[in-house]
């Protein structure tokens, strides 16, 4: 299981079909099992990828896919055929032949590319480390990410003493599960979501693993 917490904010999704119990505060996220949760630990959950998410999966892939090395089965940009393993094996390969500094430094030239000149300035007018800013982008984690990490949900979390939802609670890390590889959670995940909100964006957020394939997320505010 994996928690987000935005030390402002909190977001939780549940591992159930995208678009069901909004009013409870869950995200139902194309989860292909019977049981409409994720496969329990050691096995691999079984998703229903929709238009949205290969879409994501396809840009991801094609901006990392740049970085990669001896990809065999390279596709054009009308191809939206990327799967969710091929979008892992486009980011194993952008590891290769990188040490863990150069892999983050990958992720962040990645993430930059997808934003236009000036939206980091743009972002931090926006979006100053307060309690109400770290809480909405809690809240976009779980709609907008559940195709890279799997089901979430909003949780409520203590930051400074102070109670408030600035948690995402990820029960199955949906990239773990099918990258095997802590180290390439680290490295492609972690460290360079962790350096780019707190850095580009300054919205300060912290990825604490709570288990070997569940982190816990926050965004704060340094206050």
Known sequence: MVVVQVALASVSVSSRHWGAERGRGVVRCGIAEASGEP???GQKTKYNDGVFAKAFMTLFARKIEKFGRDIDDKKGWLDYDYDYESFVQVSK???????????????????????????????R??????????????ALTVPFFHWLVGPSEVVEVEVNG??????????KCRYLENSG?????????????QDFFTNEFGLPLTMTPSNNISPTATFFHPN
């Open 39 to 41: 496969a329990p630990m």
């Open 93 to 123: 390969s952008a590891m290769q032949g990188r040490n863990r500094l150069q892999q983050q430094q990958v992720v962040r030239l990645v993430l930059l590319s997808m934003l236009p000149p000036g939206a980091p300035a743009q972002f």
């Open 125 to 138: 007018k926006l979006f100053p480390p307060t309690k109400w800013a770290a809480e909405f982008n809690a």
């Open 162 to 171: 102070v109670k408030q939802k600035s948690g995402v609670h990820i029960k």
């Open 181 to 193: 590889c802590v180290g390439m959670c680290v490295n492609m995940c972690k460290i360079p979501t």
